[in-house]
């Protein structure tokens, strides 16, 4: 399965944060640059100050690694999405604390995959018959989010931020498909569906609702 970018859908957070790097609309209300890491991946934002309590921001963030996770009966390769686009408005209403609602978008599905060395089990079957598993965790690819922040925008100079919030991607799925001698085995097919909905239970509260951590340094100018 090849993971693509979806150039068009970034082009409503690339007019966000074209906003933010007009010289006259930075020099009369406040900018700032930020390098950020977190659920959201590593990665930078811009930041508009409208007002001394009021600041827009647009990011995006990138996910380098893959890593290995147990769902179903097997253990995957999971390949997060390639880029994450962040859009927000955020409300200062205590000393540091903020309130921040915005959209998240991620590029692609996030992608899975496993290599089946005999003896393999796959649904409730085991098989001595080598193959492989390739799938993807599904939800919508652009999702809400709100959550509280720590740090203000304002200021210039150095200073460390705080983001924790949620967004709301909707009901997931799962899609599998199987490859190689496996798949001609007697009843693999209904194998991998009983494999699709483990993995479903498996994950289905995570990624129906994906968190949004991210800590960051920014610079006012």
């Known amino acids: 399965m090849r993971r693509t970018f979806r150039i068009p859908v ?7 944060v074209g906003l933010a790097t007009a010289p006259a609309v930075a020099a009369a209300q406040g900018f700032s ?11 930078g934002e811009l930041i508009l100050s409208l007002a001394p309590k009021l600041s827009l921001r647009g990011g995006v963030g990138v996910i380098p690694l893959d890593f290995d996770l147990d769902m179903g009966r097997q253990t995957y390769t999971v390949e997060p999405p390639p880029l994450f686009v962040t859009g927000s408005l955020d ?3 205590a000393g540091p604390v903020r309130i921040m609602a915005g959209l998240l978008h ?5 992608r899975f995959h496993g290599d089946l060395e005999p003896p393999v089990e796959v649904g409730d079957e085991s098989y001595d018959t080598e193959g492989r598993i390739e799938g993807a965790l599904i939800a919508a690819r652009t999702a809400p989010f709100v959550g ?5 925008f304002g ?7 705080l983001d924790v919030g949620l967004a709301f991607a909707g009901e997931p799925d ?10 001609q085995e ?13 993995i479903l239970a498996d994950t289905e509260d995570y990624y129906r609702y994906w968190p949004v951590l991210n800590l960051g340094f920014r610079i006012g100018l």
Do not use: N
Request: net charge neutral; proline share 5%; aromatic share 4%.
């Open 106 to 110: 991620r590029t692609d599905d996030t």
């Open 91 to 93: 409300i200062r209403v």
């Open 10 to 16: 970034l082009a409503l957070a690339a007019g966000l």
């Open 148 to 152: 509280l922040g720590l740090g203000s």
């Open 33 to 43: 640059i930020a390098a950020r890491a977190g659920t959201t991946g590593a990665g």
């Open 174 to 183: 799962v899609e599998l498909e199987g490859s190689g001698p496996i798949t």
């Open 155 to 161: 200021p210039r100079g150095l200073r460390v931020y």
């Open 186 to 198: 007697p009843g693999f097919a209904q194998e991998l569906e009983k494999e699709r909905l483990a």
